[in-house]
């Protein structure tokens, strides 16, 4: 438990420092772009900060295009997931059915690129989302794939 423990740790630290990367890009590379969604966001964190909203907010950014055929959206989606899960304590919301949500898509998008990481993912979500069986489904179909 302490391994698995101190793993999470690491993907906590790693996502949070790759979100603030992320975030650097996404203002210099596209500050005057209207897709930036970054006062949505603010808001979010400043107001709510539930996964319910966020929940709403990223799936209303995924239906602007198809992540699997459009590179920077999939990045875009990438570092707002990791934002929210970053935003959100797995303590807080480890019942919550769209936490769970939140954390398989991301895993899922992360699969896109970086099938390790998003196998820690999947393990991140079915740790601290057990009671959800469309979690473990998930991670079931993702292995298969595999």
Known sequence: ITSIMNR???LKNKYRSEENITDEFNYTKISA????????????????????????FLLKLEKKGV???????????????SQAV????????SQDESYARILVRFAELKALQDPEEARDQFHLARLNCKKF???????AQFELSQ
């Open 86 to 93: 970053a935003a959100l304590p797995a303590e807080k919301y």
């Open 67 to 81: 992540p699997q055929m459009d590179v920077s959206l999939l990045n875009r989606l990438i570092g707002r997931y």
């Open 133 to 139: 069986a469309f979690v473990h489904v998930a991670f």
């Open 33 to 56: 772009d209207t897709t930036d969604n970054s006062g949505t966001v603010n808001q979010i964190m400043m107001t709510t900060n539930n996964p319910e909203d966020w929940l709403c």
């Open 8 to 10: 999470v740790r690491n």
